[in-house]
């Protein structure tokens, strides 16, 4: 029997792959909740003493759908997300 055939070894490989599945959205939704968190405690700073994160997990949401991996595009999916919530249905 070759390791390809080993029904272990598949399964260890199918481990792997659901970990890092996992870690990366962990990993995006972690960067979009800082993200929001961030803005809010800038507009505070601002004196805009009206803003909240009540949005954060619905941009985190929105993000993970969205994301091609790349943290830079952050900024970008942020506006898309701010427009979309701000555009009437």
Do not use: C
Not at 8 to 17: K, S
Not at 19 to 27: F, G, L, S
Request: glycine residues 6%; charged residues 30%.
């Amino acid at each position: 029997m070759t390791t390809t055939e080993d029904p272990m070894v598949a399964y260890v490989r199918e481990v792997h792959e659901r970990h890092d599945r996992d870690r990366e959205a962990v990993r995006a939704r972690a960067l979009a909740l800082g993200y929001v968190f961030g803005r809010t405690a800038e507009r505070i700073d601002g004196g805009d003493y009206q803003a909240n994160s009540d949005h954060a997990s619905a941009f985190a949401d929105f993000y993970e759908k969205r994301t091609d991996g790349n943290w830079a595009d952050i900024s970008n999916l942020y506006a898309a997300f701010l427009t979309e919530r701000t555009t009437p249905k």
